[in-house]
């Protein structure tokens, strides 16, 4: 099957969960807003009256006849289709469960520089980011990190994916903090060296495919947002 | 089969939701935490190193072996065996879906009282409350609102007793931009009218088992954080 991923072109964002467990797997993809008249397609899906199952936001996936959005029901679907999830029942509430406590890791990340409101400029939320920013280094990202530091380990799945791309991405955003915090972590480390030397994911990670993390993703660089 | 829902006794919050649907589908289940010595038992679950799949927060549902955590997870466990949901894929990742962009929206409703961190008090962040306040009223809600008002209409599920649930504790919030905005979306408030009148769901309501809306839960009611 080919499957068709609809996410913002110049952002890793959430997309990019999806991106991993395809690449890694070596699906039949097309990444349909980066084509050409791509964004015109997926903003006519998202405002198309005809569409009765219509998705909230971006990413959503085609697969076949169906219309899947929300980042983790998509994992949630491919998982066993791209052997990257146990098919049984407890197996992938499991791993479900896993993905979605991401998911809110991955909105308090986010909001470290948008506390106020998505649609507003970070620049005109800054006095708030600082504090918020403050309380997700010292009380939550401790937390979750501690969380899926303990994890039960198991088969490789599209979760050690997805704490890659954590990792990745708070190195990026925090650097100093995590310099810090990642000795108390070193199963959370070695499994994000284990997944970056596997060789199709390596191959993407080094291709034009792979969207370097910027300013306007959810994981930011504002030095002023991180650690002393 | 007896279920176990572990959640804060409390406060309605995201344990609500679970709550509702076994309610509603009269289901047999004890509410762990609010039993006596209910609580120990919930923290002895959420700390204890022997439990292999531990969850990161309540709610957390017993069903026989499994342990399973995440609203919108748990939902989809008990959808189709509740007979709120269908049990061909198609229709349960439709219906998963739509809860977690509940999900998503409960997070930005908690958020208008929270938005610099969990763990601190409201008092500790009242002006930067009320500017994500103003946010959430004017920009969000109105989407989130329009949003569900047109989706497909289908049969029965746990997604409309999640609906009655958001509009319920909206206009418990957020009173007068709900009385105003109420107006856009007929569908949404005649289906809260339909669901409070179910009879199994009417009796829950008017018992003791329902928490009554209070200012620790998600929902709460502070006037400067509603329209003028």
Redesign the interface.
Known sequence: MRYALYYWPSIQGRGEFVRLALEDAGADYIDVARRARGMQAMERLLESPSI?????APPFLRAG??L???T??IL??LGPRLGLAPKAE?GR??L??LQ??IA?WL?EVH?THH???S??YYED?RP?AK??AA??RS??LPK?LQ?FE?M?SRSFSYIDLSLFQMIEGLRYAFPRTMSRLEKNVPRLVELHERVAERPRLGRYLRSKRRIAFNQQGIFRRYPELDAA
């Open positions: 009765k199952r219509a998705p909230f006849e169906l899947i959005a929300q983790a029901n949630f679907y407890p509430l499991w479900h469960q979605l406590t809110d909105v909001d506390p106020i409101g649609g507003l939320q708030e504090r918020r309380d997700f009380e939550r979750f969380y303990k039960e």
